[in-house]
């Protein structure tokens, strides 16, 4: 069975798209850019989340194929937003995609007692 596509103009090997996932390092090292590099390989399209633990300039930079999204979200602070897409779009990202769904964060006493730490990268 043949998975190749094109979406947006651009080819992939089948129709998925890696979605937008915050804080890849809390889990693993490598983090996103373990994710990038395996997207690559696989010829479809990661969308880099606004809350990446990795800048998204290495990010791309560690992606061999030009499939690279990015998710925005709309900062109260729109110099904040611009300047979101004006590195993304520097970085060679082609689409954006616009996240609407929390215009607020909650505060609950249960998710504020909570810390996360990334784990240590080596270099």
């Not at 290495?58 to 979200?73: E, I, K, S």
């Not at 954006?96 to 080596?122: F, K, Q, W």
Request: proline fraction near 5%.
């Amino acid at each position: 069975m043949e998975l190749n596509t094109t979406i947006l103009g651009q080819p992939l090997s089948m129709p998925i798209l890696i979605a937008p996932m915050a804080f890849q390092c809390l889990c693993h090292a490598d983090g996103e850019m373990a994710t990038a590099k395996a997207v690559s390989d696989l010829g479809t399209v990661m969308v880099l989340s606004t809350l990446s633990t990795t800048r998204l300039e290495d990010v791309a930079a560690a992606q061999t194929q030009n499939l690279r999204w990015f998710q925005l979200y709309i900062h109260k602070d729109r110099g904040l937003t611009k300047a979101l897409v004006e590195r993304a779009q520097a970085a060679g990202f082609s689409a954006l995609c616009v996240t609407v769904d929390a215009p607020m964060m909650g505060r609950s006493g249960y998710t504020s007692s909570i810390y996360l730490t990334p784990t240590p990268t080596t270099s």
